[in-house]
């Protein structure tokens, strides 16, 4: 029995200049596999506008007028969980990162993408996968090495094994999974087992979320 082709990703862009959204709305209009549902101006406009219309992927600029993007995205994930929003902006702010990861964003894009990237950025956010623009991870890890560290006594690790917190503790060097296969002598196979498990058993969503996990940890 063959599985269902999915649909086209159904997306909702929200951006306060008109002409940015308005642009960023055609373009991704004429990509394959992409449903342009409505486009917003504001936070406010784009949690009402996502009631309406369900999109599976909303691209969210962070700051607007009435409600920012931050504010939005807590708001639309609490009333429809499956959504994924993928903040784009031109802002790298360690300030609006860290916020938007906290809201439960998918991820935290720059405008610069061409629009192909972009297309295939929204098909990914769809099957559930984290993106951050390469500027933004190295924001990320600014802003988490000067955290103050966790007070003595808080047993950072406590789910884990020991090679487990070795394969964190590569993670948050930046190692891929073959550098980690090769680094500890296992199969990427097994690797990729131990960081599914490391994200379970520590509640993160992606590789990105561990890395910052090992360095707030002193792992790294």
């Known amino acids: 029995m063959t599985s269902p082709v999915p649909g086209p990703v159904r997306v909702l862009v929200v951006d306060?200049?008109?002409?940015?959204?308005?642009?960023?709305?055609?373009?991704?209009?004429?990509?394959?596999?992409?449903e342009v549902v409505g486009t917003a101006g504001n936070g406010r406009e784009a949690v009402d506008l996502a009631l309406d219309t369900a999109p599976d992927v909303i691209l969210m600029d962070v700051r607007m007028p009435v409600l920012d993007g931050?504010?939005?995205?807590?708001?639309?994930?609490?009333?429809?969980?499956?959504?994924?929003?993928?903040?784009?902006?031109?802002?790298d702010d360690e300030h609006y990162v860290l916020q938007a990861l906290r809201a439960g964003a998918s991820g935290y894009l720059l405008k610069d993408l061409p629009a192909e990237e972009l297309a295939q950025a929204v098909r990914l956010a769809r099957a559930g996968v984290h993106q951050y623009d390469p500027a933004v991870t190295s924001r990320l890890i600014t802003a988490v090495d000067r955290l103050p560290p966790e007070p003595p006594g808080v047993g950072p690790l406590p789910a884990l094994t020991t090679r487990e917190v070795e394969v964190l503790r590569l993670l948050g060097s930046g190692a891929s999974n073959r550098e980690i296969a090769?680094?500890?002598?296992?199969s990427e196979g097994t690797v990729k087992n131990h960081v599914s498990r490391i994200l379970g058993r520590l509640d993160l969503r992606d590789r990105t979320q561990a890395a910052i996990y090992a360095r707030n940890h002193g792992l790294t």
């Open 182 to 186: 090769k680094a500890l002598f296992l």
């Open 16 to 34: 306060d200049q008109s002409l940015i959204r308005e642009g960023i709305a055609s373009l991704l209009g004429i990509q394959p596999g992409i």
């Open 70 to 91: 931050v504010d939005a995205t807590v708001l639309v994930l609490r009333q429809q969980p499956d959504c994924r929003v993928l903040m784009l902006t031109t802002f």
